[in-house]
T-cell receptor
Framework: KAGVTQTPRYLIKTRGQQVTLSCSPI?????VSWYQQTPGQGLQFLFE???????NKGNFPGRFSGRQFSNSRSEMNVSTLELGDSALYLC???????????????FGPGTRLTVL | GENVEQHPSTLSVQEGDSAVIKCTYS??????FPWYKQELGKRPQLIID?????GEKKDQRIAVTLNKTAKHFSLHITETQPEDSAVYFC????????????FGTGTQLKVEL
């Protein structure tokens, strides 16, 4: 079974631009979560999508948005890029589960975004 | 709000020694605690996890302990080897909805020969 894939793997943008990152989950997984990883901050939760609906959202400004398609693929968008947005963006997919129960998340390789 | 604190941020041990990483969490309703290992340039990989109805879990050289009263959990690696060198993240699942994990800030473990 293929793992979680993310495209592109590397991206260089300048301040003020916008960027779209893509994540393809493991086949059959309907939940996709996004995390931002920066040195010293660990992984910070951005949002989770399940069945095309945002189910959970972290403490990030509205410049960060996402969506999920009917095939469970997900995209995240960052508008008006700032230097501080430079980070590794990881997505993770999981099977749907019972409310209140955790299902293991499988991470993709990440997209390394550099904002100049 | 939901918070996970992790200590130490860096840890250096000699090969063969033990390593211990500690985490505390804020929400007593948390019921699942995974540990991830991330090697340089690679994705985080789940290495061990524990649910709130268990106090300890072991898998070969790796063990995790959970103290629900004190709201802390620890990762123990025995007989460390150079390939254990990586960044380790603890995390907690808060049952507030969805499949969200809250991570600690990571521990850079270096195993020296």
């Amino acid at each position: 079974k293929a793992g979680v894939t993310q495209t592109p793997r590397y991206l260089i943008k300048t301040r003020g631009q916008q960027v779209t990152l893509s994540c393809s989950p493991i086949s059959g997984h309907r939940s996709v979560s996004w995390y931002q990883q920066t040195p010293g901050q660990g992984l910070q939760f951005l949002f989770e999508y399940f069945s095309e609906t945002q189910r959970n959202k972290g403490n990030f400004p509205g410049r960060f948005s996402g969506r999920q398609f009917s095939n469970s693929r997900s995209e995240m968008n960052v508008s008006t890029l700032e230097l501080g947005d430079s980070a590794l963006y990881l997505c993770a997919s999981s099977l749907p589960g019972l409310a209140g129960m955790y299902n293991e998340q499988f991470f993709g390789p990440g997209t390394r975004l550099t904002v100049l | 709000g939901e918070n996970v604190e992790q200590h130490p941020s860096t840890l250096s041990v000699q090969e063969g020694d033990s390593a211990v990483i500690k985490c505390t969490y804020s929400d007593s309703a948390s019921n699942y605690f995974p540990w991830y290992k991330q090697e340089l340039g690679k994705r985080p990989q789940l290495i061990i996890d524990i649910r709130s109805n268990v106090g300890e879990k072991k898998d070969q050289r790796i063990a995790v302990t959970l103290n629900k009263t004190a709201k802390h959990f620890s990762l123990h690696i025995t007989e460390t080897q150079p390939e254990d060198s990586a960044v380790y993240f603890c995390a907690a699942f808060f049952t507030g909805g969805g499949n969200k994990l809250t991570f600690g800030t990571g521990t850079q473990l270096k195993v020296e020969l």
